[in-house]
Each structure stands twice: as structure tokens, then as C-alpha cells.
């Protein structure tokens, strides 16, 4: 028996070290290859890829390196022609997407300024339509290009935190992102991914209602291990995450991980990739990561199983299961193969046995014992008392949890209805009512909070039932709230400007408008009566380029701005240029 149990484990042992060639558990991609040239006259380089980890979604993208500077010119990657410019607030900021015949579209954000053409008939429709945020559609035959063609400069307008060029790849048809890296562009990649912890759970309960084992790792002999070897669960029902990354020749930069497959005893069980994923599914981002974990500091962790409330995206499975089920105490091996894009591997392997037999977890029956206690994906969930009332569409969840409440009513302002906490993540808005003690209805605000951030929305009245005096606001995230009464008007705050001044050496005007409740609805200013382009790019900027719409001589400025609930501030100012 002794040496019956030394070549067992001799050859699990063995198995652990050898070199797989197994077959390809998801399809091979056809895109055309070379068809696509770099957007940028510099070294390819980027600072982030596609399916990169982000707040509340993925990176739909490449982020071009720029040397760190700003107006370096943008060429057209291929022939086709402008389909369409927007320029907006936050976001991709100032935006071109090119159309091209082979049934994609090819896009470049965070711009500066566009071509000559283009920036000429933008800002004439800008100023015909009385609005810097604007979105233009085009014909093919209005604004042709060429491959190498230059269509703009390159700069860090939108939510870009540094100049880059944010470079996609699109289904002209279906408007999905396409993952740039499988299309052959000279980005220089011989580096394997790094694989840095492993994360166990028991899918007999919510992995919300838990906390994942964790393991570190040791890379032996080009193979990735667990500390220690063999891993043992107290269930039947399994499933992993792993921490990864990966990076591109010569940079230390960590990028994300194209695909991960997991094989038990040598079988795929299930895996998924970072092919293409559309804009209204970026947001799965939060079902795909262990989204409590990182929420409490804990960092990424990426499920190689979906849970419930995610619909099919980026995994696939072999069977009719993505756990890991097992029903015998046997000792099995676990491989999990992490992949970039440039088809470079890492493996990781370790062993895996289940604990003697023992009662399997009872969570699931308190689940359905205990229904108002409990929200599941899948299903409406609702809760209400004589103070509030909000329900989940059926869509909203990706996993089970016990809902937790409090309410505190302070000696001196509004009450707080804390609606558990923002450690669970919620895929679409939800509708919120809160019963006002008293009320102001055109200036009625709902606060949330959590975590240090701080949203407002305007509050509708609603009937409840037949009681009336309720109000109801929609928010995508759990936290405390409360109900508020707004009478405060935005302030309007010049930088580096005053009444009366000579604006001679000015380049531009810049005002910050900032509201007690957070976004300003309106913003509007005229020039001797002429409505004025202002640009507001980064919040609560607003900036005005001096232009030939502006020529020397006495001129008088009127800036209004409202906020959500209709409070409105005005402000004139006069000037000599």
C-alpha cells in the first residue's frame, strides 16, 4: 500500500511539471492582419490596452504613448472616410471616427484640434447649434481620407489623465470594440503574463457572502505554484480567480490579461477572452472581478467562472458547469493557462482535493427560507417601510446577498437611509422614493454617499400608493441617502479675470462654476449679445479661446449658469481688448 501511494503521487507530482500542448479551447481569430498602420509618426508604444481593469468597466481599447506631450499629429490608420466627430464633456473628450471599407471603424480620442476642414465646419456648427458639446454625423463623400492622412492633433481632452491617443477598433455594424492587438500592429510583445495570487471560493453559497481563500504564488521552473502545493476545499462546488497581468517589451508598465482557461485532470472546464466586448456590456467588468474584494482594498481578482446575473459574454464553458465539481475525495490537478494577445503563456498549476465528506453549507436553503432578507439575481427585488421604498429591476444583480438597512435620524437636518453598502455592485439604475417631512418640489435633491463620493440627483414627486409628499431620484450604486431641499444657486468664480479689465495679454477666459449639489445643468454666455463658445472639457472649467469673434474694442460679457433643480446665477462683466 505504501508504495502503491508513492506512485501515485510520483505521478501527480510529474504531471505537474510537464509541458502541454493542448488543443485550442476557444476559436482562432481571422482578423486581418497589417491592414492597420500605428495612428502616431513615433516608436508604437502604449500605456494600456484592451480589457484593461477599470472603475465600472473595461479599457475598449489601445492608449497611444505620446512622449508625454501634447499636439503630436494623428494620421489615419487606413483609407475610409469621417463618419463622425463628437465632442463632449469628461469622456472621450474631442473624438474622430473613421469608417473604412473593410467593414470597421477605427477611432481616436482625447483630442486637440482636428484638421483645418473639420475643425472649421465643427465650429460653425457649434455655433449655429449654441452648444460646445456636440455630435456630427458625415457622408462618405464630405471628408475622405487617405492611410497616413493627417486628421488631427493629439492632446488629453475627456477623463484622460495624461496626453495619449485612445485608439479602437470597431464593428462598423454591430459597434463593438474589437481587440486591437489581434490585428498585427507593431507593438513589440515576447513577454508571458505574470500570474500573482489564486483565489479559491465555495459556490455552494454567494461569493458576496464570503471571503475568497487566497494563495500566493511561486514561479518554479517557468511554472507558476501555489504555497502550498496542494490545496484542499471543504465542498463540492468550486471556483477560481487569479490576480494577472501583463506588459510589452520594454516597459514595466502592467497591462491586462487577453484570455485564462481552466483544466481539471487535463479537461477545460471554462474560461474567457478578451475579444470584443460592446459598450453596453463593459460594465459586466464588475461581475467578471470579485467586486467586494476590491471595493475593501484588496485589489483585482478576475472570476474564471461567471456568476448568475452575468449574462454570456467573455467565457465560455466545455460543459454543462463552469465550477469545478467534485464528488469524491480523490486528489485532481488544476491548470490554469493565462494568455496575452500575442499568443505568449503562463501557466498555472497546483492540486486540488476536497476534505473528507462533510455537511454541505446551508446557505442556500436560508436563502429561500428568509425571502425579505435575501436579493437574488434574476428577480425584481424590492423593500419598503413608511419612509422609503426602492426596488432592483430584474437585471441589476450578479450574485445573492443579505440586504442590510439603518436609518439615523439626527437631532438637526435631513435623515439618512442607509441602503447597504457599496461593496455590491449593481449593474443598471434603480429607482429610490423617499417620504419628505417637508417639501419645496421644484428644489427637491437626493444625496448619496458612500466611500467619500458624493452624488445629487433632482427628486420627482410620486405617489405611493395614495400618500403623497414622496419623492424619487434613480442611482446606479448603494450607499446612504437622503432627501434635501436646494435653494442655493451655482457660483460663478473668474480665474486670472475681473470687471473692467484689458484682456490684451489674455489668451482666454477661464471660469469655474461650482454648485452645492455638484454638475451644472445649464451654462450659457453671450458676447455683446452674441452667444459665446466655451469649452468645458475638465468639470467645471469653462474656457473661451480669444478668437476673431472677440475683436478689440469695449465689449460686455453676461455668463448664466443653472444647476439641476433650476437655480440660476447671472453674472455681467465688461472688458476692453
Not at 234 to 263: H, M, Q, W
Request: glycine share 6%; charged share 20%.
Amino acid at each position: 500500500m505504501v508504495k502503491k501511494a508513492q506512485r501515485v503521487t510520483f505521478f501527480i507530482l510529474l504531471m505537474l511539471n510537464i509541458h502541454y500542448c493542448p488543443a485550442q479551447f476557444f476559436p482562432l481569430k481571422n482578423y486581418q492582419q497589417n491592414y492597420f498602420i500605428w495612428p502616431l509618426d513615433l516608436t508604437p508604444e502604449i500605456v494600456a490596452n484592451f480589457g484593461e481593469l477599470r472603475n465600472n468597466h473595461y479599457h475598449m481599447g489601445l492608449d497611444c504613448r505620446t512622449d508625454q506631450k501634447q499636439n503630436q499629429p494623428v494620421y489615419a490608420v487606413a483609407d475610409g472616410y469621417i463618419a463622425k466627430i463628437k465632442i463632449e464633456p469628461f469622456g472621450f473628450g474631442r473624438v474622430i471616427y473613421v469608417n473604412h471599407p473593410n467593414g470597421l471603424t477605427t477611432l481616436y480620442a482625447h483630442l486637440n484640434e482636428f484638421f483645418p476642414e473639420l475643425e472649421k465646419q465643427v465650429k460653425e456648427q457649434q455655433y449655429k447649434l449654441k452648444s460646445w458639446s456636440i455630435e456630427l454625423t458625415f457622408s462618405p463623400n464630405q471628408f475622405p481620407v487617405e492611410k497616413c492622412r493627417f486628421i488631427a492633433y493629439s492632446g488629453s481632452t475627456g477623463a484622460s489623465q495624461g496626453p495619449h491617443v485612445h485608439f479602437e477598433i470597431r464593428d462598423t455594424k454591430t459597434d463593438k470594440a474589437l481587440n486591437p492587438s489581434l490585428f498585427g500592429l507593431p507593438i513589440p510583445d515576447t513577454v508571458p503574463p505574470t500570474i500573482s495570487r489564486l483565489a479559491v471560493y465555495d459556490r455552494n453559497t454567494s461569493t458576496y457572502e464570503q471571503s475568497p481563500k487566497l494563495f500566493a504564488l511561486k514561479k518554479l521552473d517557468g511554472v507558476y505554484k501555489t504555497k502550498p502545493e496542494l490545496v484542499i476545499v471543504n465542498t463540492g462546488k468550486v471556483s477560481f480567480g487569479i490576480s494577472a497581468s501583463d506588459r510589452c517589451n520594454g516597459s514595466s508598465n502592467p497591462n491586462g490579461i487577453y484570455e485564462a482557461v481552466l483544466y481539471l485532470d487535463e479537461k477545460p472546464v471554462t474560461g474567457f477572452q478578451m475579444d470584443n466586448v460592446g459598450y453596453e456590456e463593459t460594465r459586466y467588468l464588475n461581475a467578471h472581478i470579485d467586486y467586494k474584494f476590491r471595493s475593501s482594498g484588496g485589489g483585482y481578482v478576475q472570476h474564471l467562472s461567471q456568476l448568475p446575473g452575468y449574462s454570456n459574454g467573455i467565457y465560455k464553458k466545455e460543459g454543462s458547469s463552469d465550477l469545478v465539481i467534485l464528488n469524491d475525495t480523490n486528489t485532481h490537478v488544476i491548470r490554469i493557462t493565462v494568455k496575452d494577445a500575442n499568443g505568449n503563456s503562463s501557466d498555472l498549476q497546483f492540486l486540488l482535493k476536497r476534505n473528507i465528506p462533510v455537511e454541505e453549507n446551508k446557505i442556500n436553503a436560508a436563502v429561500v427560507s428568509t425571502p425579505q432578507q435575501w436579493f437574488h439575481p434574476g428577480y425584481i427585488n424590492l423593500f419598503e417601510n413608511e419612509n422609503i421604498l426602492f426596488y432592483l429591476p430584474a437585471n441589476c444583480l450578479y450574485d445573492s446577498f443579505r440586504f442590510i438597512y439603518n436609518e439615523i435620524k439626527p437631532k438637526a437636518g435631513y435623515p439618512v437611509y442607509q441602503l447597504h453598502n457599496a461593496g455590491i455592485p449593481l449593474h443598471s439604475y434603480f429607482p429610490v422614493s423617499i417620504k419628505a417631512s417637508t417639501s419645496f418640489p421644484d428644489k427637491m435633491v437626493m444625496h448619496r454617499f458612500a466611500s467619500g463620493r458624493n452624488d445629487y440627483e433632482k427628486a420627482i414627486p410620486v405617489t405611493n400608493g395614495k400618500e403623497s409628499g414622496w419623492f424619487r431620484a434613480s442611482f446606479r450604486d448603494f450607499g446612504s441617502f437622503q432627501l434635501m431641499i436646494d435653494t442655493l444657486p451655482p457660483v460663478i468664480s473668474p480665474v486670472g479675470f475681473k470687471e473692467g479689465m484689458n484682456t490684451g495679454k489674455l489668451k482666454q477666459l477661464v471660469f469655474v462654476i461650482t454648485d452645492n449639489t455638484g454638475d451644472i445643468k445649464n451654462f450659457n454666455a453671450t458676447l455683446d449679445g452674441n452667444w459665446l463658445r466655451f469649452s468645458n472639457d475638465k468639470g467645471r472649467r469653462f474656457v473661451y479661446e480669444f478668437d476673431e469673434l472677440c475683436p478689440p474694442g469695449e465689449h460686455e460679457l453676461k455668463i448664466v449658469a443653472e444647476d439641476q433643480v433650476g437655480n440660476v446665477t447671472a453674472r455681467v462683466y465688461h472688458f476692453t481688448r
